[in-house]
């Protein structure tokens, strides 16, 4: 499909008159994975909230070929989910729970029909729910505590109960903020086999379209940004100085740029370190 997933041109935003991001510009085609690089404050977050229109921003935000601002809540919510590094809770909802509330927006769209509740598919679609449902719960490896409340969890569980809500969500895109953090290696290693898995499939939009799933992501681990995107983008000091595929940008002069120190070097080390045990 050729139609980009996300388009941004000249976008400013930030936190009240605190301009984090300034001028960013990009192109996402549909079933590519961005990774958005950066060091700690250089504004990867503040990116990927105002691509939600979570934040004020000025410039354009174009998702689907649709002006983000002018779109509603419940249809942002039909197009894309974004799992935030921060997370609050603030009710104790029960694992299955949570993980069902990512059914709302999708929900509420197929039971009302120019505003009239549709009865004769309530069993069908509580049916289809319960099957994604228990199939996100399954693939995030939560099946044991879906009926612990979520204020009982460690940060690792948490953080997969909020990336099986955003599956469940069955929005074409997905928006994730360190999604690996708290986890440990081998819920992380899953994890990025499921997002994997997952880009490579399609969704239904509300509106009808089917659409090849794109990633956009926030990693601070380079490795794994490097082992899944196909796209980067570099940001320092909230401006874009490097983007295009992974192939054309991830390279040791841009790192050392991002990060301020030699990247290559320092992972060359850690690899001798490997290979010595």
């Known amino acids: 499909m050729d139609l980009n997933a996300i388009s941004v041109q000249s976008l400013s935003a930030g936190y009240g008159e605190d301009t984090v991001i300034r001028n960013v510009s990009f192109d996402l085609k549909c079933g590519n994975r961005l990774c958005i690089m950066g060091s700690n404050g250089?504004?990867?977050t503040t990116l990927l909230r105002s691509l939600t229109g979570l934040l004020k921003?000025?410039?354009?935000i174009t998702i689907l070929g649709k002006d983000l601002s002018k779109l509603k809540r419940r249809e942002i919510a039909g197009m894309m989910a974004m799992m935030s590094q921060f997370s609050p809770v603030y009710f104790s909802y029960t694992v299955r729970e949570t993980v069902?509330?990512?059914?709302?927006a999708r929900h509420d769209n197929e039971r009302h029909q120019n505003g009239r509740i549709l009865p004769q598919a309530s069993a069908q679609m509580l049916i289809h729910d319960r099957e994604i449902v228990d199939s996100c719960i399954e693939i995030t490896g939560l099946k044991n505590i879906e009926k612990k409340q979520i204020s009982e969890l460690s940060g690792g569980q948490l953080q997969r109960v909020f990336l099986a809500r955003c599956f469940a969500q069955e929005s074409p895109i997905i928006l994730l903020d360190e999604p690996t953090n708290h986890l440990d290696l081998k819920y992380k290693a899953e994890l990025m086999e499921h997002l994997d898995n997952w880009s490579k499939g399609y969704t239904r939009t509300f509106d009808g379209m089917n659409?090849?799933?794109?990633?956009?992501?926030v990693f601070h681990d380079i490795s794994l940004a490097a082992s899944i995107s196909s796209d980067m983008i570099f940001i320092k000091n909230g401006e874009v100085f490097s983007k295009g595929s992974k192939d054309q940008v991830f390279n040791s002069k841009v790192l050392k740029e991002a990060y301020g120190i030699d990247v290559v070097g320092y992972m060359n080390r850690q690899q001798s370190i490997w290979e010595s045990l």
Do not use: D, H, I, Q
């Open 57 to 60: 921003y000025s410039g354009n």
């Open 42 to 44: 250089s504004g990867k």
């Open 100 to 104: 069902e509330l990512g059914r709302f």
């Open 211 to 217: 659409v090849p799933n794109t990633l956009v992501g």
